[in-house]
């Protein structure tokens, strides 16, 4: 009878919160397009939204901001199986933990303030680096993929199959992460979404010149009608073109990056050698004030210099 009597108190809580759930997760896939695209995503891809949402206060209170849309959008675009709410706790963590080896540096080292705040800085941008770097490297590797996933599209399309089909077949033959976004593709398209916002959508996320002049292109082709495989071929070879001149470009440009990191690794490495042969020579710039102001105008030098270099070498093919 007591089990009877909690049952009929505390089942309608449970439906009334399941249903609550369910009509949330709903909302939460439709209502804006990069949860419609994560959902719909490759199988890999739907990891992070059936894990356990440990930070679930913290993703409550940041959905809707703007900082929650832009981390989502940017961990979709290096391809990481994280929540927005869960790389922003990394940069927390990194931040604090930065932070108090900093403090702890200036009690027992007695470096300055200043110093403490540029270490804080550097923990702050690390997870930051190290998820640009990923995506970078994921939208390189999608560039390379494109135009042989293209040959093959337009393959499939004089063999009598449609664009959505070819696309299909490209996403089952090829290898991650381009066969992730063919299938994401079709997916939206199997959920009713037309096949230009699809594409539209693999474009924003992707954020390629050479993903968008295909999209814009194939837009274009479907609209008015013509010979769509040819165009694919077309496309391919110019970015086949592209990638062979940014590689003439990095075989022209190495011995200055050569050059660029020799003078930035350079004045690191003699400061180390020196504290190893002749630490009494070295203690003028780590114990007096003027020795620690020398250092940080060779720091503040050495990274302007960096910069220049990096932006000297820097060229779009």
Same mark, same amino acid.
């Given at each position: 009878?007591?089990?009877? #009597?909690?049952?009929?108190?505390?089942?309608?809580?449970?439906?009334?919160?399941?249903?609550?759930?369910?009509?949330?997760?709903?909302?939460?896939?439709?209502?804006?397009?990069?949860?419609l695209?994560?959902?719909?995503?490759?199988?890999s891809?739907?990891?992070?939204?059936?894990?356990?949402?440990?930070?679930?206060?913290?993703?409550?209170?940041?959905?809707?901001?703007?900082?929650?849309?832009?981390?989502?959008?940017?961990?979709?675009?290096?391809?990481?199986?994280?929540?927005?709410?869960?790389?922003?706790?990394?940069?927390?963590f990194?931040?604090?933990?930065?932070?108090?080896i900093?403090?702890w540096?200036?009690?027992?080292?007695?470096?300055?303030?200043?110093?403490?705040a540029?270490?804080?800085?550097?923990?702050?941008? #690390?997870?930051?680096?190290?998820?640009?770097? #990923?995506?970078?490297?994921r939208?390189?590797?999608?560039?390379?993929?494109?135009?042989?996933?293209?040959?093959?599209?337009?393959?499939?399309?004089?063999?009598?199959y449609?664009?959505?089909?070819?696309?299909?077949?490209?996403?089952?033959?090829?290898?991650?992460?381009?066969?992730?976004e063919?299938?994401r593709?079709?997916?939206?398209?199997?959920?009713?979404?037309?096949?230009?916002?699809?594409l539209?959508?693999?474009?924003?996320?992707?954020?390629?010149?050479?993903?968008?002049?295909?999209?814009?292109?194939?837009?274009?082709?479907?609209?008015?009608?013509?010979?769509?495989?040819?165009?694919l071929?077309?496309?391919?070879?110019?970015?086949?073109?592209r990638?062979?001149?940014?590689r003439?470009?990095?075989?022209?440009?190495?011995?200055?990056?050569?050059?660029?990191a020799?003078?930035? #690794?350079?004045?690191?490495?003699?400061?180390?050698?020196?504290?190893?042969?002749?630490?009494?020579?070295?203690?003028?710039?780590?114990?007096?004030?003027?020795?620690?102001?020398?250092?940080?105008?060779?720091?503040?030098?050495?990274?302007?210099?960096?910069?220049?270099?990096?932006?000297?070498?820097?060229?779009?093919?």
């Amino acid at each position: 009878m007591v089990f009877g #009597l909690a049952a009929l108190i505390f089942l309608p809580v449970v439906v009334a919160r399941s249903r609550r759930t369910i009509a949330d997760r709903i909302e939460q896939i439709t209502s804006t397009p990069d949860r419609l695209a994560a959902a719909t995503a490759a199988p890999s891809l739907l990891i992070p939204y059936r894990r356990r949402d440990f930070l679930s206060a913290f993703t409550d209170l940041l959905k809707g901001k703007p900082i929650f849309a832009r981390t989502e959008k940017r961990l979709t675009a290096a391809g990481l199986a994280l929540r927005p709410t869960e790389f922003l706790a990394i940069v927390t963590f990194s931040t604090v933990g930065f932070l108090l080896i900093g403090c702890w540096a200036m009690a027992s080292v007695g470096i300055s303030w200043l110093l403490v705040a540029a270490i804080t800085a550097f923990g702050y941008y #690390l997870p930051n680096l190290i998820l640009n770097m #990923l995506i970078k490297r994921r939208k390189r590797t999608l560039e390379m993929q494109l135009a042989d996933a293209l040959t093959m599209i337009a393959s499939a399309l004089k063999g009598g199959y449609g664009f959505v089909q070819a696309l299909t077949m490209a996403g089952n033959q090829l290898p991650p992460p381009i066969a992730d976004e063919f299938q994401r593709v079709t997916r939206l398209i199997e959920l009713g979404v037309d096949t230009p916002h699809a594409l539209e959508r693999m474009g924003a996320r992707v954020q390629s010149y050479d993903f968008d002049m295909t999209i814009t292109a194939t837009c274009i082709q479907l609209e008015s009608g013509g010979n769509l495989s040819q165009l694919l071929e077309t496309i391919a070879w110019t970015i086949r073109e592209r990638i062979k001149l940014r590689r003439e470009i990095s075989a022209a440009t190495a011995q200055g990056r050569m050059s660029g990191a020799i003078l930035v #690794l350079l004045p690191i490495g003699i400061l180390g050698a020196l504290s190893i042969i002749n630490p009494e020579y070295l203690s003028f710039l780590i114990s007096r004030e003027i020795g620690h102001k020398l250092l940080y105008g060779a720091a503040f030098m050495q990274s302007i210099g960096a910069y220049i270099i990096w932006k000297m070498l820097q060229f779009e093919g």
